[in-house]
T-cell receptor
Framework: EAGVAQSPRYKIIEKRQSVAFWCNPISGHATLYWYQQILGQGPKLLIQFQNNGVVDDSQLPKDRFSAERLKGVDSTLKIQPAKLEDSAVYLC???????????FGDGTRLSIL | GENVEQHPSTLSVQEGDSAVIKCTYSDSASNYFPWYKQELGKRPQLIIDIRSNVGEKKDQRIAVTLNKTAKHFSLHITETQPEDSAVYFCAATDNYGQNFVFGPGTRLSVLP
């Protein structure tokens, strides 16, 4: 079984620029999550999709972050414009259903200059 | 919303000793409690999980206990080995997988 795929692995941008991350979940997994993990902290849920619908986006900074999962499979997370405090690892995870084990991708390490 | 606390933040044990990490949660609707291990620079990986209809679950050297009344759950690692060194995260969510919250993590160091 192929795991959760994420790209790119690393991204360096200047503040106020925009960036996008891509995630392809495990085949058949209905639930997809985006997390932000700042160095030394636990993952913080940004947004949770069930198929192509949003279940929870209460911690997504909607003035600058957006995410979509149009066909209920892969997903993109965008930041525009980026701030210095957005420097973090962005993790994507998927699960068969919402209260099932989550499988994580390798993440995208974002550095803001 | 859910709040998950985790203690201790760092833990050092001698190889072969046991390690215990404790978490508390606030939302009585939470009923699924996974534990993840994250090695430096790698993805979090599920090591064990427990649901509210079970008080204890064991998998070889790893066990998890749950006290729903007190709203706390613990990870127990016996006969620790150097490869157990990592950051461990607890998490909690409800029956619908909503309000999924991670604890702040415990850095475990197993000293040879």
């Amino acid at each position: 079984e192929a795991g959760v795929a994420q790209s790119p692995r690393y991204k360096i941008i200047e503040k106020r620029q925009s960036v996008a991350f891509w995630c392809n979940p495990i085949s058949g997994h209905a639930t997809l999550y985006w997390y932000q993990q700042i160095l030394g902290q636990g993952p913080k849920l940004l947004i949770q999709f069930q198929n192509n619908g949003v279940v929870d986006d209460s911690q997504l900074p909607k003035d600058r972050f957006s995410a979509e999962r149009l066909k209920g499979v892969d997903s993109t997370l965008k930041i525009q414009p980026a701030k210095l405090e957005d420097s973090a690892v962005y993790l994507c995870a998927s699960s068969a259903q919402g209260n099932q084990p989550q499988h994580f991708g390798d993440g995208t390490r974002l550095s803001i200059l | 919303g859910e709040n998950v606390e985790q203690h201790p933040s760092t833990l050092s044990v001698q190889e072969g000793d046991s390690a215990v990490i404790k978490c508390t949660y606030s939302d009585s609707a939470s009923n699924y409690f996974p534990w993840y291990k994250q090695e430096l620079g790698k993805r979090p990986q599920l090591i064990i999980d427990i649901r509210s209809n079970v008080g204890e679950k064991k998998d070889q050297r790893i066990a998890v206990t749950l006290n729903k009344t007190a709203k706390h759950f613990s990870l127990h690692i016996t006969e620790t080995q150097p490869e157990d060194s990592a950051v461990y995260f607890c998490a909690a969510t409800d029956n619908y997988g909503q309000n999924f919250v991670f604890g702040p993590g415990t850095r475990l160091s197993v000293l040879p």
